[in-house]
């Protein structure tokens, strides 16, 4: 299982950024897609989620900024994000599940400045 993230860089505060995670070894349109982040000292936390069949779950931080979609036809994972905080500075990880193991994508960093 490989998840390729990218996308990420600086933006300013309440501007807007999209991140993509190209994924490959899994059976794509049958996976839950996530989106999480990190900053330093503290746990990943869930942003996003969609299930294979569109249901989608969002963290309270984001919910009405962030979207998640995916397209099955080309097996990718994205994240609109709005009206970026500064709070959003983090660095941002695809992941899929499968059976009992996480896969992980290498990381991509979102510096929203003020």
Known sequence: VQLQASGGGLALTGGSLTLSCAASG???????????????????????????????????????????????????VSLQMNDLKPEDTAIYYCNTRRGTIDYWGKGTLVTVSS
Do not use: C, H
Not at 47 to 66: E, H, N, P, Q, W
């Open 26 to 76: 899994i059976v794509f349109s049958w996976s839950i897609m996530n989106w999480y982040r990190q900053v330093p000292e503290n746990e990943r936390e869930l942003v996003a989620r969609i299930t294979g069949g569109g249901k989608l779950t969002y963290a309270d931080s984001v919910k009405g900024r962030f979207t998640i979609s995916r397209d099955n036809a080309n097996n990718t």
